[in-house]
């Protein structure tokens, strides 16, 4: 079948620059949808995208559809006629809805079937709704309206190109007709611009100043400002973010290294980064041990005859910014850092939980004993806790809320607090999100464990759990932080123990029934998607949690040991025995089972066989899970899976002697014990 490029490209205002790369993949995916349901086949899609246009161009599309048959089925036979053979309703009804006669359709089979061939239509006449569908069905959250018209989109439109081949598709879409006459650059090129067919697009624009290539924009982008930056002795910072926000930005990318006055670099360089990211869309430079330079990377969107006033533009605008930013540092600097907890004991935290003066108090103290319990200094995490919260209340915080604990570093800094103190205040908050930056010392792992632990316990305590897709105060990025650093910096903690302390610190302002047991299992739960994420078995995380270890790393061990042991070839074996006899000891109550094995009363030599082999076991089995060598401990578990087929093969457990069975069911407990040490793995797949 003979085929040609299309492509459709719609001009608009400039686009909102955030939205740009998603709306511009959601109109290719739309038409890949509407091309699919057509049964239109063809060779290649693409999408293009600049801040006054959409585009996608479909590469060798077919030109026409091919005929197809369609089969419809009915009413059966015995519904759609009567005993007397007449039609019924359900017959009638069914032709009229096929719109074709009674005697039209087939009545052979033990259903009434219509079956008709449907002629395929050009694809030039299809083109139409499938990018007027493409373009209702974008992600655009509240859409414009413009003049008097009814249409709506999320800008509003300018022009519209629609190519089939070389020919015009003839049509109007959001009150634009089609034609091949596009627009270059706003402002070095803007007389309207003949696209001479589909496969030309991009040059012809490229010769109007518009790189439509949103790919091809950013690349250029990210490599001209590293090479810039590489010039002046420096390294950009190029978040993901803001380099496809600036590659929305512009048709026509010229970056230009522009430079700000030494003094502001006395103001932490967090808050410097922050405002010339955020508010004026630049790239920040820092020299080789990470120290902000005072020069940035803006980007223009013209070739300018004359760069300087370009960049001595952007100089003036940013230097505002750098000044608010020196203002407040200076201001916060007038009084010590703890002063402005005096303003926090007015600012609550919640509700029923006091101010976030009462919170840091009881991180404070909470903080302590975790350091006591991991090796770290108690007086300096109790002192980082009191001065957690501080920075909230600062000048710098109120308008950079991003600053949130690295102002409090700065500020504990210039006021002589000890370093670990001080790198705490910002550490309080790591991981800061999925697979973030972990605290680096003990102390600041102190607070954060403290800090997270307590929102838990207040929060749950209060009944205000999360739900669904609800989860206000991120109780679920607090379980997860708070199990990422004890497993991941292998810190040993009794959750349980610090959750009773975390509750009786709140007093009377929470409801201390089974919050523990709550609080616990929320946070082991959180364990089950990250072991799913690293490829762990299910049932794996299950064995483990069927024991309620109540450390973490403790927990992490034994999960890491259970999933070696599962490729054993004695694994499937020894699970399956496992529940063989947790099956039998469910059964017989305590009294029914012997204090101890007593070798007198084994009879089969499989029995005497598997009891001494455990005897051999139990020691040495013990002492390794007592070590947390439970990799080793499982190991030698493993020589008991011959001895075990072996006994329930050829050993009667309910023997009529009621000792004789007593001390069967004392050897498969004790043998059922020595596993529970590790994991239930009765529970393996």
Avoid at 397 to 415: D, K, R, S
Avoid at 488 to 507: H, M
Wanted: charged fraction near 25%; proline fraction near 5%.
């Amino acid at each position: 079948m003979s085929t040609k490029d299309f492509l459709v490209e719609l001009g608009t205002e400039e686009l909102p620059p955030k939205a740009l790369k998603t709306l511009s993949e959601a109109f290719q995916t739309g038409i890949e949808k509407g091309l699919k349901e057509a049964g239109l086949n063809y060779k290649r899609i693409q999408s293009y995208a600049a801040p006054r246009r959409l585009a996608v161009l479909v590469t060798d599309l077919e030109e026409h559809q091919t005929d197809r048959t369609q089969t419809i089925d009915g009413p059966p036979r015995q519904a759609a006629f009567g005993s007397d053979g007449q039609p019924t309703q359900a017959a009638l009804g069914f032709a009229r809805k096929c719109g074709v006669d009674l005697a039209d359709v087939d009545q052979s089979g033990p259903k009434l079937r219509f079956v008709q061939t449907i002629k395929g239509q050009a694809t030039a006449s299809l083109l139409p709704d499938i990018v007027s569908n493409s373009l209702d069905s974008l992600p655009i959250p509240k859409r414009m309206r413009w003049a008097a018209r009814r249409e709506e989109f999320v800008r509003p439109t300018q022009w519209l190109v629609m190519l089939f081949g070389d020919e015009v598709v003839d049509c109007e879409i959001l009150t634009q007709k089609a034609g091949r006459e596009s627009r270059g650059h706003r402002f070095h090129n803007p007389a309207p611009v003949h696209i001479s067919s589909p496969a030309n697009y991009v040059e012809d624009l490229r010769s109007a100043h518009v790189l439509a290539d949103f790919a091809e924009r950013k690349q250029f982008i990210a490599n001209k400002v590293a090479e810039l930056a590489k010039q002046n002795q420096g390294t950009a910072i190029v978040p993901e973010d803001l380099l496809n926000e600036v590659t929305a930005l512009v048709e026509w990318p010229v970056p230009l290294v522009c430079r700000f006055e030494e003094r502001f670099l006395q103001v932490p360089q967090e808050a410097l980064i922050s405002t010339m990211q955020d508010n004026q869309k630049y790239f920040c430079l820092l020299d080789e041990v990470g120290k902000l330079l005072p020069l940035f990377i803006t980007v223009a969107n013209i070739d300018s005859k004359d760069p300087t006033q370009i960049i001595e533009g952007n100089e003036k605008v940013v230097r505002p910014r750098l000044t608010d930013a020196e203002f407040f540092f200076k201001q916060d600097l007038k009084q010590p850092l703890e002063a402005f907890n005096e303003r926090l004991k007015n600012v609550v935290f919640q509700a029923k939980l006091g101010t976030v003066y009462d919170k840091a108090t009881r991180v404070s103290q909470l903080a302590a004993i975790v350091a006591q319990e991991i090796g770290a200094d108690t007086k300096q995490a109790a002192r980082a806790g009191i001065l957690s919260k501080a920075d909230l209340a600062t000048e710098m915080v109120g308008e950079f809320p991003e600053m949130q604990g690295i102002a409090g570093y700065y500020y504990a800094l210039t006021g002589g607090e000890a370093n670990d103190v001080a790198l705490a205040l910002n550490e309080q908050y790591m991981p800061r999100n999925m697979g973030g930056e972990l605290p680096s010392t003990l102390v600041g792992a102190s607070v954060a464990i403290a800090d997270k632990l307590d929102t838990l316990v207040g929060i749950f305590g209060i009944g205000m759990l999360p739900t669904g897709s609800k989860d206000p105060y991120a109780l679920r990025r607090a379980a997860l932080g708070i199990l990422r650093i004890l497993i991941e910096k292998r810190l040993e903690l009794n959750l349980s123990e610090l959750v009773d302390q975390a509750i009786t610190l709140y007093s009377d302002r929470i409801e201390n029934k089974a919050l523990n047991t709550q609080v616990l299992d929320f946070i082991f739960d959180r364990l089950r998607a990250r072991y799913e994420d690293e490829g762990i078995n299910i049932t794996t995380y299950q064995a483990v949690r069927a024991l309620k270890p109540v450390s973490p790393l403790d927990f992490d061990q034994r999960v890491q040991a259970v999933e070696a042991f599962r490729s054993l070839p004695e694994a499937a074996p020894l699970s399956f025995a496992n529940k063989r006899v947790q099956s039998i000891l469910e059964k017989v109550t305590p009294q029914d089972i012997a204090a101890s094995v007593e070798a007198s009363l084994l009879q089969e030599k499989e029995e005497i066989a598997l009891a001494e082999a455990v005897k051999q076991l139990e020691s040495k089995v013990s002492q390794l899970s007592a070590d947390r060598n439970y990799t080793e401990a499982l190991n030698c578990l493993s020589s008991l899976q011959v001895l075990l087929d072996g006994f329930f093969d050829d050993v009667f457990v309910n023997a009529e002697d009621m000792k004789v069975r007593a001390n069967r069911y004392a050897l498969l407990a004790q043998i059922r014990q020595l596993f529970l040490g590790i994991a239930d793995i009765s529970l393996l797949d």
